[in-house]
Protein backbone atom coordinates (compact mmCIF):
# COMPACT_ATOMS: atom_id res chain seq x y z
CA UNK A 1 0.00 0.00 0.00
CA UNK A 2 1.24 3.83 -0.15
CA UNK A 3 3.47 5.27 2.73
CA UNK A 4 5.37 7.91 3.61
CA UNK A 5 8.49 7.95 5.50
CA UNK A 6 9.89 11.61 6.80
CA UNK A 7 12.73 11.96 8.48
CA UNK A 8 12.42 11.98 12.77
CA UNK A 9 13.14 15.01 14.30
CA UNK A 10 12.92 17.16 16.67
CA UNK A 11 14.76 19.81 14.08
CA UNK A 12 16.57 22.35 15.97
CA UNK A 13 18.27 25.21 13.88
CA UNK A 14 19.79 28.67 14.59
CA UNK A 15 17.67 31.38 12.58
CA UNK A 16 19.07 31.92 9.22
CA UNK A 17 19.94 28.50 8.49
CA UNK A 18 19.24 26.45 5.52
CA UNK A 19 16.49 23.70 6.35
CA UNK A 20 15.97 20.06 4.88
CA UNK A 21 13.28 17.95 5.87
CA UNK A 22 14.01 14.25 3.69
CA UNK A 23 10.80 12.98 2.62
CA UNK A 24 10.33 9.09 0.53
CA UNK A 25 7.11 7.64 -0.78
CA UNK A 26 5.95 4.53 -2.02
CA UNK A 27 2.78 4.29 -3.76
CA UNK A 28 0.96 2.84 -6.66
CA UNK A 29 -0.03 4.54 -9.54
CA UNK A 30 0.82 8.85 -9.63
CA UNK A 31 -0.40 9.84 -6.21
CA UNK A 32 -0.08 14.09 -5.99
CA UNK A 33 2.66 14.85 -2.92
CA UNK A 34 1.96 17.12 -0.09
CA UNK A 35 3.40 19.35 2.73
CA UNK A 36 1.67 19.91 5.60
CA UNK A 37 2.57 22.19 8.50
CA UNK A 38 0.92 22.68 12.18
CA UNK A 39 1.78 25.83 13.86
CA UNK A 40 1.78 25.64 17.95
CA UNK A 41 -1.30 25.88 18.79
CA UNK A 42 -3.02 25.73 15.60
CA UNK A 43 -4.89 23.16 13.00
CA UNK A 44 -3.27 21.69 10.25
CA UNK A 45 -2.43 23.76 6.58
CA UNK A 46 -1.53 22.82 3.38
CA UNK A 47 2.20 24.41 2.96
CA UNK A 48 2.57 23.47 -0.42
CA UNK A 49 1.76 20.80 -3.13
CA UNK A 50 2.97 18.84 -6.29
CA UNK A 51 1.09 16.91 -8.75
CA UNK A 52 3.46 15.10 -11.21
CA UNK A 53 6.76 14.49 -11.73
CA UNK A 54 8.92 17.09 -11.36
CA UNK A 55 6.91 19.53 -10.52
CA UNK A 56 8.12 21.96 -7.89
CA UNK A 57 6.01 23.62 -5.38
CA UNK A 58 6.53 26.61 -3.27
CA UNK A 59 5.01 28.75 -0.89
CA UNK A 60 6.44 31.16 2.06
CA UNK A 61 10.09 30.36 0.88
CA UNK A 62 9.72 26.74 1.12
CA UNK A 63 10.52 24.77 -1.93
CA UNK A 64 9.89 20.47 -2.84
CA UNK A 65 10.28 18.82 -5.55
CA UNK A 66 8.45 16.09 -7.26
CA UNK A 67 11.38 13.36 -7.72
CA UNK A 68 9.70 10.19 -9.13
CA UNK A 69 12.77 8.97 -9.87
CA UNK A 70 13.96 9.12 -6.35
CA UNK A 71 10.37 8.65 -5.00
CA UNK A 72 11.38 11.83 -3.17
CA UNK A 73 9.70 15.07 -2.12
CA UNK A 74 12.70 16.58 0.10
CA UNK A 75 11.47 20.16 2.03
CA UNK A 76 14.02 22.68 1.75
CA UNK A 77 13.95 26.38 2.76
CA UNK A 78 17.00 28.82 2.61
CA UNK A 79 16.62 30.92 5.98
CA UNK A 80 14.81 30.30 8.22
CA UNK A 81 13.11 32.08 10.68
CA UNK A 82 11.66 31.64 14.46
CA UNK A 83 7.99 31.88 13.16
CA UNK A 84 8.54 28.46 11.17
CA UNK A 85 8.93 26.35 13.98
CA UNK A 86 6.39 24.25 13.59
CA UNK A 87 5.43 20.22 12.92
CA UNK A 88 5.91 19.43 9.09
CA UNK A 89 4.03 16.85 7.55
CA UNK A 90 5.06 15.37 4.00
CA UNK A 91 1.66 13.30 2.69
CA UNK A 92 0.41 11.73 -0.90
CA UNK A 93 -2.52 11.26 -2.40
CA UNK A 94 -3.89 9.06 -5.12
CA UNK A 95 -6.90 6.97 -5.65
CA UNK A 96 -7.12 6.50 -1.19
CA UNK A 97 -7.46 8.94 1.36
CA UNK A 98 -4.16 11.15 2.28
CA UNK A 99 -1.74 8.88 3.81
CA UNK A 100 0.95 11.00 5.78
CA UNK A 101 4.47 10.36 7.28
CA UNK A 102 4.67 10.85 10.97
CA UNK A 103 5.83 14.49 11.19
CA UNK A 104 8.76 16.15 12.30
CA UNK A 105 9.06 19.25 14.58
CA UNK A 106 11.37 21.98 13.85
CA UNK A 107 12.58 24.54 16.63
CA UNK A 108 14.26 27.71 14.95
CA UNK A 109 15.96 29.70 17.88
CA UNK A 110 17.46 33.23 17.63
CA UNK B 1 -18.84 28.27 7.07
CA UNK B 2 -15.13 29.39 5.72
CA UNK B 3 -13.18 26.52 7.21
CA UNK B 4 -14.05 22.99 8.51
CA UNK B 5 -15.45 23.17 11.99
CA UNK B 6 -15.25 21.18 14.91
CA UNK B 7 -16.53 20.50 18.04
CA UNK B 8 -16.41 19.96 21.01
CA UNK B 9 -12.72 21.37 20.88
CA UNK B 10 -11.53 19.87 24.40
CA UNK B 11 -13.27 16.81 25.51
CA UNK B 12 -12.92 15.07 28.88
CA UNK B 13 -14.68 11.94 29.42
CA UNK B 14 -14.52 8.84 31.95
CA UNK B 15 -13.46 5.57 30.80
CA UNK B 16 -15.87 3.49 29.57
CA UNK B 17 -18.73 6.58 28.29
CA UNK B 18 -19.52 7.07 25.13
CA UNK B 19 -18.56 10.54 23.14
CA UNK B 20 -19.95 11.90 19.77
CA UNK B 21 -17.28 14.58 18.12
CA UNK B 22 -19.03 16.73 15.48
CA UNK B 23 -17.98 17.83 12.24
CA UNK B 24 -19.11 20.76 9.83
CA UNK B 25 -17.38 20.57 6.55
CA UNK B 26 -16.41 23.46 3.83
CA UNK B 27 -19.81 24.11 2.21
CA UNK B 28 -19.76 22.37 -1.62
CA UNK B 29 -17.41 20.00 -0.67
CA UNK B 30 -18.32 16.38 -1.21
CA UNK B 31 -15.39 14.34 0.43
CA UNK B 32 -15.21 14.06 4.19
CA UNK B 33 -12.24 12.47 6.47
CA UNK B 34 -11.70 11.92 10.05
CA UNK B 35 -7.88 11.24 11.10
CA UNK B 36 -6.77 10.73 14.48
CA UNK B 37 -3.08 12.62 16.19
CA UNK B 38 -1.79 10.53 19.14
CA UNK B 39 0.89 12.18 20.98
CA UNK B 40 4.23 11.19 19.49
CA UNK B 41 2.40 9.73 16.37
CA UNK B 42 1.54 10.63 12.67
CA UNK B 43 -1.73 10.97 11.30
CA UNK B 44 -4.11 8.01 11.20
CA UNK B 45 -6.30 7.66 8.53
CA UNK B 46 -10.25 6.47 10.30
CA UNK B 47 -12.98 6.73 7.93
CA UNK B 48 -14.11 8.61 5.18
CA UNK B 49 -17.00 9.47 3.07
CA UNK B 50 -17.80 10.80 -0.65
CA UNK B 51 -20.83 12.02 -1.51
CA UNK B 52 -23.38 9.15 -1.54
CA UNK B 53 -21.51 6.22 -2.19
CA UNK B 54 -20.46 3.86 1.14
CA UNK B 55 -18.09 5.22 3.54
CA UNK B 56 -14.50 3.69 3.34
CA UNK B 57 -14.20 2.60 7.01
CA UNK B 58 -10.85 0.59 6.80
CA UNK B 59 -9.37 2.89 9.24
CA UNK B 60 -11.11 2.64 12.18
CA UNK B 61 -9.36 1.03 15.06
CA UNK B 62 -12.37 -1.24 16.32
CA UNK B 63 -15.56 -1.72 16.34
CA UNK B 64 -16.05 0.61 18.87
CA UNK B 65 -15.54 3.35 16.41
CA UNK B 66 -18.38 4.45 13.75
CA UNK B 67 -19.28 7.63 12.24
CA UNK B 68 -22.17 9.17 9.77
CA UNK B 69 -22.92 11.68 7.75
CA UNK B 70 -26.42 13.22 7.35
CA UNK B 71 -27.34 14.76 4.50
CA UNK B 72 -24.04 14.67 2.56
CA UNK B 73 -22.81 17.50 5.28
CA UNK B 74 -22.40 17.11 9.20
CA UNK B 75 -20.30 14.08 10.54
CA UNK B 76 -20.60 12.86 13.61
CA UNK B 77 -17.59 10.37 14.72
CA UNK B 78 -19.27 8.17 17.60
CA UNK B 79 -16.55 6.02 20.27
CA UNK B 80 -18.29 3.73 22.75
CA UNK B 81 -16.92 2.70 25.90
CA UNK B 82 -14.12 4.71 26.11
CA UNK B 83 -10.30 3.60 26.76
CA UNK B 84 -7.58 5.79 27.53
CA UNK B 85 -5.60 4.73 24.63
CA UNK B 86 -8.74 6.57 22.95
CA UNK B 87 -7.05 9.93 24.15
CA UNK B 88 -5.87 11.81 21.09
CA UNK B 89 -6.68 14.98 18.94
CA UNK B 90 -9.50 13.65 16.57
CA UNK B 91 -9.47 15.98 13.14
CA UNK B 92 -11.87 16.32 10.36
CA UNK B 93 -10.97 17.53 7.07
CA UNK B 94 -12.95 17.97 3.64
CA UNK B 95 -12.28 18.28 -0.27
CA UNK B 96 -13.93 18.79 -3.01
CA UNK B 97 -13.50 15.39 -4.20
CA UNK B 98 -11.28 12.52 -3.19
CA UNK B 99 -8.62 11.07 -5.88
CA UNK B 100 -8.97 14.32 -8.10
CA UNK B 101 -5.07 15.27 -9.00
CA UNK B 102 -3.59 17.74 -6.37
CA UNK B 103 -7.11 17.78 -4.85
CA UNK B 104 -6.27 20.03 -1.30
CA UNK B 105 -7.85 18.67 1.81
CA UNK B 106 -8.51 21.19 4.53
CA UNK B 107 -8.44 20.49 8.07
CA UNK B 108 -10.26 21.78 11.43
CA UNK B 109 -8.65 22.51 14.11
CA UNK B 110 -9.40 18.98 15.88
CA UNK B 111 -11.49 17.90 18.81
CA UNK B 112 -9.05 17.25 21.67
CA UNK B 113 -10.43 13.92 23.45
CA UNK B 114 -8.61 12.81 27.21
CA UNK B 115 -10.11 9.66 28.40
CA UNK B 116 -9.58 9.87 32.22
Known amino acids: GNSVTQMEGPVTLSEEAFLTINCTYT??????LFWYVQYPGEGLQLLLK?????DKGSNKGFEATYRKETTSFHLEKGSVQVSDSAVYFC?????????FGKGTRLSVIA | GAGVSQSPSNKVTEKGKDVELRCDPISGHTALYWYRQSLGQGLEFLIYFQGNSAPDKSGLPSDRFSAERTGGSVSTLTIQRTQQEDSAVYLCASSTRQGASGNTIYFGEGSWLTVV
Open chain 1, 50 to 54: ATKAD
Open chain 1, 91 to 99: ALSGNTPLV
Open chain 1, 27 to 32: ATGYPS
